[in-house]
């Protein structure tokens, strides 16, 4: 029993489907697998966990899709999607099981690469590492919610420009057109099925080199976003104060009142910020007295801000 389901299992190809929420990653699952996840625009849609297709045939192959949540800050903070995906790519490459491609999708409807989708290349990039990208297709989709003209624009500087994919196509990673129908998500397969197994950069540091989630390139890029986002709402909170300070010396009880609750809500924010990093540093397997010094001296230093924080 246990070496049929080995060999079944080895069988079958595991596809990654990673990409900020909205992209169309669930219906793009359905309409390869035939499967039924959730599908939509609001919060409620979105996947908080991962997923798997059911398991299907395309061609001889059979396939399993695996379902992401993305980086989006909104149902679940960014540390636990980590968690999550980590946790579960692990628990698979444990298991013996490879992935054999991954898509990433992104819609040619944006034109602009804003904080989301930048945030989820960048994770996207460091939870799979360059290797993977051999194995990868961006998938660009949404073509009928723009005008021709602009969207083949849009696809050569999504193509072309460094802070887009350029690097990602450089590292061997195929750019593909989805058009909406089952044609041209078999195309896609097609092309996946064919890969060699790979193991994911984020599998091999926590598999193989027992790193903690904080220390992963994955751990470390959301640590330094987060880290970003601090440093604003610091900036934010001074500026706050300052001007509490002189409404409160013009004796304006109004605007010093209206300040105090803009100062109540982004010291809010700080503290969930404060909380995402210390769970992110809790969501760990090992000490971390075996890593680098660099990294010893960063846990530490948001240990103890994290404390006074408190
Ligand atoms: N026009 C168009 N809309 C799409 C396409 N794929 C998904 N959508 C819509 O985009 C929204 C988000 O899709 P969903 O699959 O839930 O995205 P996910 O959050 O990445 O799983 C839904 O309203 C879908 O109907 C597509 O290829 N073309
Ligand atoms: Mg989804």
Redesign the pocket.
Not at 19 to 30: H, L
Not at 37 to 41: A, F, I, K, Y
């Given at each position: 029993m246990a070496a049929l389901l080995r060999r079944r299992t080895g069988l079958t190809a595991y596809i990654l489907?990673m990409?900020?929420?909205?992209?169309?990653?669930?219906?793009?699952?359905?309409l390869a697998s035939g499967s039924d996840?959730?599908?939509?625009?609001g919060l409620h849609?979105?996947?908080a966990t991962v997923e798997l297709s059911r398991s299907f045939k395309h061609k001889s192959q059979r396939i399993i899709m695996v379902?992401t949540p993305?980086f989006d800050d909104t149902v679940k903070s960014d540390a636990d999607v980590l968690t999550t995906i980590a946790t579960y790519l692990e628990r698979l490459y444990r298991k013996g099981i490879r992935i054999r491609g991954i898509i990433y999708?992104h819609?040619i409807t944006d034109n602009r690469m804003g904080g989301t989708a930048l945030r989820n290349l960048r994770m996207f990039e460091a939870i799979c590492g360059e290797p993977a990208m051999a194995s990868t297709v961006v998938v660009l989709?949404?073509?009928?919610?723009v005008q021709p003209g602009v969207a083949e624009a849009r696809e050569t500087e999504l193509r072309k420009s460094d802070i887009f994919f350029k690097p990602t196509v450089n590292a061997g990673a195929q750019m593909k057109p989805?058009?909406?129908n089952q044609d041209s998500a078999a195309a896609i397969l097609d092309y996946l099925v064919a890969r060699r197994p790979v193991v994911l950069k984020i599998q091999h540091e926590m598999a193989d080199e027992h790193k903690a989630i904080h220390t992963t390139s994955a751990g470390l890029v959301l640590l330094g976003d987060l880290a970003a986002k601090e440093l604003k709402h610091a900036e934010e909170l001074r500026r706050i104060r300052e001007e509490r300070a002189e409404a409160r010396s013009r004796k304006d009880a109004d605007e010093e009142g209206g300040l105090e609750d803009s100062e109540k809500s982004v010291e809010a924010l700080r503290r969930k910020l404060a909380e995402e990093q210390q769970r992110l540093l809790e969501a760990t397997n090992q000490a971390s007295d075996n890593h680098g010094g660099f990294h010893r001296k960063l846990i530490m230093f948001l240990r103890r801000r994290l404390q006074l924080g408190h």
């Open positions: 489907v990409g900020s929420t909205g992209t169309g990653k669930s219906t793009f699952i359905n996840l959730r599908v939509g625009t849609s979105q996947t379902d993305g999708l819609r989709n949404m073509w009928d919610q989805h058009w909406g």
